[in-house]
């Protein structure tokens, strides 16, 4: 059966109410998906399998750069790859990234530093469309013109140790984690790989903000 669960995560502003989303999750059979919540600039992701260490670089003509969508996925066999959307085209090989159906643990698959919602696009549809379960972070006026950090990690349900943040966050502003199942609180609509997706989230540094605001930058670590 195609069976499909998705998460959505947005923020909201809390004086206006608008919405930017930040990302979607889904699993559909034994695979996992995720993706941004609107094109980005070609060089926006970059892919690491270094915790320590990784050097981004942004190009003098970025804001002439294409706009583009992608879904990473991560399948039953192990493979992961990054697609464009909708042409479908490969922006990476395939690369082992694991048995997504033995996942024992908290698993990171991505870390995203987000343009700072003012320059984001303002999110018209209804985020819980198609039955999707929807985060939603608040967020004031004061951390509206503010970039976010965020590192989504998946797990099986049960008790585990949270990793560390994988950056230095001393300068910013942490929020509260979160975690949810991709299933309905009743434990209707359960999908047949059954993932938990936990996140940390803090608000970046005022001077951070500034830094090419029209740029998110996107980190798959594998």
Same mark, same amino acid.
């Given at each position: 059966?195609?069976? %499909?669960?998705?998460?959505?995560?947005? @923020?909201?502003?809390?004086?206006?109410?608008?919405?930017?989303?930040?990302?979607?999750?889904?699993?559909?059979?034994?695979?996992?998906?995720? #993706? $941004?919540?609107?094109?980005?600039?070609?060089?926006?992701w &970059?892919?690491?399998?270094?915790f320590?260490? @990784?050097? &981004?670089?942004?190009p003098?003509?970025?804001e002439?750069? $294409?706009? !583009?969508?992608?879904?990473?996925?991560?399948?039953?066999? #192990?493979?992961?790859?990054?697609?464009?959307? $909708?042409?479908?085209?490969?922006?990476t090989?395939?690369?082992?990234? #694991?048995?997504?159906?033995?996942?024992?643990? @908290?698993?990171? &698959?991505?870390?995203?530093?987000?343009?700072?919602?003012?320059?984001?696009?303002?999110?018209?549809?209804?985020?819980?469309?198609?039955? +999707?379960?929807?985060?939603?972070?608040?967020?004031?006026? %004061?951390?509206?013109?503010?970039?976010?950090?965020?590192? @989504?990690?998946?797990?099986?349900a049960?008790?585990?140790?949270?990793? #560390?943040?994988?950056?230095?966050?001393?300068?910013?502003? !942490?929020?509260?984690?979160?975690?949810?199942?991709?299933?309905?609180?009743?434990?209707t609509?359960?999908?047949?790989?059954?993932? &938990?997706?936990?996140?940390? +989230?803090?608000?970046?540094?005022?001077?951070?903000?500034?830094?090419?605001?029209? +740029?998110?930058?996107?980190? !798959?670590?594998?």
């Amino acid at each position: 059966m195609n069976k %499909e669960r998705k998460i959505r995560v947005l @923020f909201r502003n809390t004086r206006t109410g608008e919405l930017c989303l930040i990302a979607w999750f889904s699993v559909r059979n034994s695979d996992l998906y995720w #993706g $941004p919540g609107s094109p980005g600039h070609a060089t926006d992701w &970059i892919r690491s399998t270094d915790f320590s260490k @990784f050097e &981004i670089t942004v190009p003098e003509n970025l804001e002439s750069l $294409p706009l !583009q969508n992608w879904k990473a996925s991560h399948h039953k066999s #192990g493979m992961m790859h990054i697609n464009s959307i $909708p042409e479908g085209h490969h922006i990476t090989k395939d690369v082992h990234f #694991g048995n997504v159906v033995s996942i024992s643990a @908290f698993k990171l &698959i991505s870390l995203h530093i987000s343009r700072p919602p003012k320059a984001m696009q303002t999110y018209n549809k209804s985020p819980s469309r198609s039955g +999707a379960r929807t985060v939603t972070l608040d967020v004031s006026e %004061e951390y509206w013109t503010r970039r976010h950090y965020f590192e @989504f990690y998946v797990s099986p349900a049960g008790t585990f140790d949270f990793p #560390g943040p994988i950056l230095n966050l001393a300068a910013g502003v !942490q929020r509260p984690s979160f975690s949810m199942t991709f299933a309905n609180d009743d434990g209707t609509g359960e999908p047949d790989l059954d993932l &938990i997706l936990s996140c940390r +989230a803090n608000v970046l540094d005022e001077s951070f903000s500034a830094w090419h605001p029209e +740029a998110g930058i996107w980190a !798959q670590f594998f």
